[in-house]
């Protein structure tokens, strides 16, 4: 492509980090792993940060971690990437899916009420493509009914509520370091949490259940638990990014602002709506627009590679079959966001110049 959607920040201080790992002959879980959960606590704000395999993992231990279960259910927003949902029947529990708010593509905190049982036991709300969850509403629907908060914040380092940063409002929070990300270590995932007996037993549990020891001679397994660790060769790129996340994050919303400039007053696009009282950090920057599959082909054919937001989990065989998924008849958010949601380029060096072709050409096919 010649404006592909997305490229990760990869430098020569970052390509060293990851030299030295190789030399070093340590190649597993280590030194380098434990640098960058320092690194995304610090910048966090929040106690804990325990590295994992993937955000799906990091999903699937949390809810472990808390004790849901068999006959529990979960909470889950219809317009997510399929491992929001996937995490709860895994271990035996039933997803309920519900719509999101068509202008934000948030859950529909109207829609968590009114799914609410007896069985509830939690919500994994997702902060969409980095805007952030309005936690007053969330934390009143909580206090009110009596639940854990598991955010999805897969897209959202960076973001803020009322001054307070993505990782640090629910009980747990678990962040994707995926290529899409800007910050990534290629696969693998953050789990963040302010609980100390929480994050001991989520280290514990990605680490086959071992317990604490003073030497290797000593260690022993307090239960039954998976591995999930993060290789150091991994944990380099994404300590090298981290090292630069505000120098990141800046550019990022800076190329933002440009295509806000060049998008106002078009007709045919409309802006989805940030959370009030909240920063985006902009994993993803999308729009609505009419048409939107015409409009992907033709610019992917002239070597613009654009995408579709993310997917309406009701209308996937997985969901509709499984008995531990709850389907709702109607879903006019997701529905709307699925048709007209538009994913544009977005990287950390893209020029005003690659952006001005992007919008252009975008402009064009609308005006059609």
């Known amino acids: 492509m010649k404006i592909p959607l997305t490229k990760p920040f990869i430098n020569d201080e970052i390509r060293k980090l990851v030299q030295d790992v190789l030399n070093s002959g340590y190649l597993t879980e280590g030194p380098v792993t434990k640098k960058l959960e320092n690194a995304f606590s610090e910048y966090i704000g929040c106690r804990h940060a325990i590295a994992v395999t993937s955000c799906t993992t990091g999903l699937e231990i949390a809810l472990r971690c808390l004790g849901i279960g068999l006959g529990d259910e979960v909470i889950v927003p219809n317009y997510t990437y399929p491992g929001t949902a996937t995490v709860a029947p ?10 999101i708010d068509k202008d934000t593509m948030l859950i529909d905190y109207d829609a968590i009420e009114e799914a609410i049982t007896p069985r509830t036991k939690a919500i994994i709300p997702v ?21 854990y908060i598991i955010e999805d914040a897969a ?47 989520m280290k514990s549990y990605k680490q086959f259940g071992i317990g604490k020891s003073k030497s290797r001679e000593d260690i022993h397994f307090e239960m039954l638990g998976i591995n ?89 065989k997985a969901f509709k079959d499984s008995s531990l998924c709850k389907i709702q008849e109607n879903y006019p958010g997701s529905k709307y966001a699925l048709q007209n949601c538009l994913t544009l380029p977005l990287f950390n060096d893209i020029t005003i110049e690659q952006q001005q072709v992007v919008v252009d050409k975008l402009i064009r096919l609308i005006n059609q």
């Open 127 to 147: 902060s969409e493509f980095g805007n952030p969850l309005d936690y007053e509403r969330l934390n009143e629907i909580k206090e009110k009914y009596g639940f």
């Open 155 to 201: 897209c959202s380092i960076g973001a803020e509520f009322k001054g307070v940063r993505t990782g640090n409002l629910a009980d747990i929070s678990v962040f994707s370091l995926h290529p899409r990300k800007f910050i990534t270590t290629g696969e693998g995932g953050i789990i963040t949490t302010n609980s100390n007996d929480w994050a001991e037993w």
């Open 90 to 99: 895994n271990i035996g529990a039933t997803s309920v899916i519900v719509d």
């Open 228 to 316: 999930s660790k993060m290789s150091d060769v991994l944990a380099a790129i994404g300590y090298g990014q981290m090292l630069h996340i505000k120098e990141l994050l800046a550019n990022r919303l800076k190329a933002v602002s440009n295509y806000l400039d060049l998008l106002s007053g078009v007709k045919g696009i409309a802006i989805p709506q940030t959370t009030i009282n909240g920063e985006h950090s902009y994993q993803s920057f999308t729009i609505f627009v009419e048409n939107r599959d015409y409009i992907l082909k033709k610019m992917r054919s002239e070597g613009i590679e654009l995408q579709i937001g993310t997917y309406a989990l009701h209308g996937h």
